[in-house]
């Protein structure tokens, strides 16, 4: 199946024209910058070969008087701030963007910064000594760092670039994520899921179709996600993981095995833990290619304490841990209704995955070894330069442009509290689509437009992502105005909503950036609510359809009724269909759909004969004054 491409215009490269392009891997504990060299993607080093820069970035009062970029300390060298000067040191900022002081408050783990509210967007600053800093711009002083060195091995401007993000970011974090980039003065041609870019990594997405887990274990965190590849579009069916699991914790256990063998006790010096972990890590890694590890710890006493970690000891220690990964595994493919026997390829992300015992138990879930050639650390910026050397226009034969779909369908408000979607989930974007909506009352010269997000058919039940208001309609009937609402969803992700009104031209129109966002569970979460309560969902849509309906016939009704009810209506007539809209009033409060339904065909019935009239008088009125010819010829 070919996938499908997209030429930007004025972006497709002339024939031997190589538009500079790079990918980026912007992580929460290092970074990383990628690019296509004679055919091949590689990533880049710093002039000392390190290729991941770490994403510590250290504000000094120097910063504050003359605000040259090199004067912001990032990478090895703010590292060695963090436990110096640690307000003025910002790691994991990635956990921080497009979130609200809120959402940051509940992320568990207790950051060291000291949070500024800022007023109005919502975004929070933290105070360092070179002033507010948003996580914006701290994430925009990595990526300068990144930019620069691309430029620097490249020997030319990038024309763009395209950043990764993970899976389950939403609109307010991919949105913080383009405002840092744009802040980088860099061009974001797409934001990729870190996924998809891992696969892409791999040419998964040569193939036709097919389902893959991609898992993810770094230091501190980690992701499974169950990606499909339908017509050219990789969709991501489930995520699910844990923030607090990785590489750490396995040297944590480790330090622990040794504090008992050298008997250590457990309130040791700081220092002395510090070398623990130290020595822990450099024995883990030693074992993914050695078969024992010798350690050696200094103790507090001045005795030098020697031992030795053996393969079997060390699977005993980390098999536990390892086995944590497996439920979200489990739990991703659950929710995806998929069985082990449905993943066609498995790769591997982050550093831990070079583990050999965590490729044999991963392996031995999936029933499959898991794709190791590419360095784990490097493959999600090795997926982007792929992704960003085609969108820049450098392969033209190449009919390839990964698209992704949207997670969760897009709507609005109407009558009665109901969703109208209009984009359903798991569209592919970029996509356009507009509805015609009017209006409810007569003579209504405006319009709330309230969009949401969500699978459920109320929209308490969704999630508000936006109000905006429609206003300058001229007065018209009930249900004659034309109002065309238009929902845009970029290729990052990011929506736009429009509405105008068809006769003035009248117009309005909002970016939903949401203040703070969707966790990856709370998608989970709400696809799962609306599987769960499909039936009731249903009746209680039905119900409000009708109750909104019989709002309309008593409003219509009680119109007329003013208008002529008493000039047209027998006294009897009258009374018989004032008893009937009561009746109407009175069902319409009750949850019985029928009983509704009923009320209206009996409220319909005994006012034929009434409408008849009306039509009647409205005809001879327009009629007065003009020859009935003038009516029945043709013109
Ligand atoms: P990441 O967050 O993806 O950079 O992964 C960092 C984690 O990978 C740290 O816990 C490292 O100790 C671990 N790591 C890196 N190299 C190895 C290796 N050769 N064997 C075992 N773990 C490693």
Known sequence: MPLLQISEPGKSAAPHQHNLAAGIDLGTTNSLVASIRSGIAETFPDIEGHHLLPSIVHYSEMAITKVRDDEIIVGNAAKSFANQDPLNTIASVKRLLGRGLKDIKTLGTRLPYEFVENEGQGMPMIRTVAGLKSPVQVSADILKVLKKRAEKTLGGELTGVVITVPAYFDDAQRQATKDAATLADLNVLRLLNEPTAAAVAYGLDK?????????????????????????????VMATAGDSALGGDDIDRVIAQWIMQQAHIANDAEHHQIRELLDVARTAKETLSTQNTAPLNIKLDNGIQWQGELTHSQFHELIDPLIQKTIS???????????????????????????????????????????????????????????????????????DMLLLDVIPLSLGIETMGGLVEKIIPRNTTIPVAKTQEFTTFKDGQTAMAIHVVQGEREIVLDCRSLARFELRGIPPMVAASARIRVTFQVDADGLLSVSATEETTGVHSEITVKPSYGLQDTDIERMLRDSLEHVQK???????????????????????????????????????????????????????????????????????????????????????????????????
């Not at 409205?618 to 043709?634: K, L, N, S, V, Y």
């Open 537 to 635: 969902d249903v009746a209680t849509r039905t119900l409000r359809e009708q109750q909104v309906e019989a709002d309309r016939v008593i409003n219509a009704l009680r119109a007329a009724l003013k208008a002529d009810g008493h000039h047209l209506l027998k006294h009897h007539e009258f009374l018989e269909i004032s008893a009937a809209l009561d009746e109407l009033l009175r069902v319409k409060e009750g949850n019985h759909v029928q009983a509704i339904k009923r009320a209206i065909e009996h409220l319909d019935e005994i006012t034929q004969s009434y409408a008849q009239r009306r039509m009647d008088t409205a005809i001879h009125h327009a009629m007065t004054g003009h020859r009935i010819d003038e009516f029945t010829q043709e013109n």
């Open 328 to 398: 979200p595994c489990r739990r991703a493919l659950r929710d995806a209704r998929l069985t082990v026997a449905d993943i066609n390829e498995v790769v591997m992300v982050g550093g831990t995955t070079r583990m050999p015992r965590v490729r044999e138990k991963v392996g031995d879930f999936f029933q499959r070894p898991p794709h190791i050639d590419i360095d784990p650390d490097k493959v999600v910026a090795i997926g982007a330069a792929i992704q960003a050397d085609i969108l820049a226009g450098n392969k033209p034969d190449d």
């Open 207 to 235: 193939g036709a179709s097919g389902i893959h887990a991609i898992y993810d274990l770094g230091g501190g965190t980690f992701d499974i996600s169950i990606l499909r590849l339908h017509h050219g579009v990789f969709e």
